[in-house]
């Protein structure tokens, strides 16, 4: 009787080269993929920027504000388009004489309806060295030292004018609407800033800047 061994064979090994090889092509499939998922999601982001600024110049547009420039906040935008709704937008104004800034601030815009309007309007310094008076925590206030004598600052709103006064004296003036409401002036680096509230838009008789 013949007895046949056989000596079992172990598979080919494969070479260090392919492995890594077949790793490389791996790893460059998982990057090219996350690398798709960030592109996308920028693409995402930037629509739905674009989104919520189209949905501040409705508004805008249908309260009869002449912007001349929208600054969206409030990060990520994807979240806040999903939601219909806009945190806060910086809205540039058409300058008056006598002023060298005039900005809106729409706070919480959702369905055609903000929360809060704030407005502020800086009017030019008066001629001279100027040198604004600030508090402790570095804060402006209504005070500044007009070539080296105090000068205080108040504002009033009536007959729908804003009013800038110097030491009881007229320094600016502008037109602004009905329903506003003036919180005072600030002397800063870069003028006077007058601080101008108005209805909430979720009053029927809202009125807003038409500038």
């Not at 999903?82 to 369905?111: C, E, F, W």
Request: net charge negative; glycine share 8%.
């Amino acid at each position: 009787m013949v007895i046949v061994t056989t000596t079992p064979t172990t598979p080919p090994r494969k070479a260090p080269g392919q492995i890594m090889k077949k790793a490389i092509i791996a790893l460059a499939a998982a990057i090219g993929i996350i690398a798709i998922a960030i592109g996308g999601l920028f693409v995402w982001e930037h629509q739905s920027k674009l989104s919520l600024e189209n949905q501040v110049e409705d508004y805008l547009a249908d309260q009869g504000v002449n912007s001349t420039g929208i600054d969206v906040h409030g990060r990520p935008y994807i979240l806040f388009a999903i939601q219909d709704s806009v945190d806060l937008t910086y809205v540039d104004l058409a300058l008056q004489a006598g002023t060298n800034k005039d900005q809106l601030l729409v706070s919480r815009l959702s369905h055609g309806r903000a929360d809060r309007l704030t407005r502020f309007v800086t009017f030019d310094h008066p001629a001279g060295d100027v040198d604004p008076n600030e508090r402790a925590d570095g804060s402006f206030t209504d005070s500044a030292m007009v070539n080296g004598t105090k000068v205080t600052y108040t504002s009033e709103v009536k007959d729908r004018r804003l009013r800038l006064f110097a030491d009881g004296q007229l320094a600016g003036e502008i037109e602004v609407e009905e329903g506003v409401s003036e919180h005072g002036a600030a002397v800063t680096k870069t003028g006077v800033v007058v601080e101008l509230e108005y209805r909430s838009s979720h009053d029927s008789d809202q009125s807003t800047p038409t500038t």
